[in-house]
């Protein structure tokens, strides 16, 4: 590929994660990090902000970000290791379980990807060759 049709790949890309990020986050009230974060802790329950920060795979800055704002919010409580003073656990209150469970039943809307031809399999294979590029930039 000439590097001009690999720049108008990326740009698609962009533009259309910024479309589908803000749909998202109409849709569901959380940005798609936050929400992330959020259905992260319901699988995983209460864990350090240094494991969450590795399974989302964004920067410290950022974590701490989101973390501070969903706090402020009362959807994650934290806690510091009596152990460890530096080592901080993050969990859900009950409000970010109920608002988590809520999403799941009434974000029907977000099936519009799929209301346009764009079919299951076609997001599979979409999110394969998603994964083949991550992989090849590490």
């Known amino acids: 590929m000439e590097i001009r ?20 986050e109409n849709e ?4 798609l990090t936050r929400y992330e974060i959020l259905v992260t802790l319901v699988d995983k329950g209460e ?8 399974f989302i795979k964004i920067d ?7 973390i501070k704002i969903l706090e402020e919010k009362n959807y994650i409580v934290r806690r510091r290791n009596p152990n460890n003073n530096r080592e901080i656990y993050v969990s859900l209150t009950e409000k970010s379980k109920e608002e988590i469970s809520g999403c799941s039943r009434n ?5 519009i990807f799929f209301e346009t031809g764009f079919t ?15 992989n090849n930039l590490k």
């Open 60 to 66: 410290q800055a950022a974590i701490t970000r989101h």
């Open 120 to 134: 299951k399999e076609d997001a599979e294979n979409l999110l394969l060759l998603l994964e083949k590029v991550d």
């Open 47 to 54: 864990i350090s902000q240094t494991e969450l920060q590795e």
């Open 28 to 31: 569901v009230g959380f940005s």
């Open 5 to 24: 049709d690999i720049s108008k790949l990326i740009y698609k890309m962009k533009l259309v994660e910024q479309k589908i990020s803000r749909h998202f």
């Open 107 to 111: 974000c029907s809307s977000l099936d």
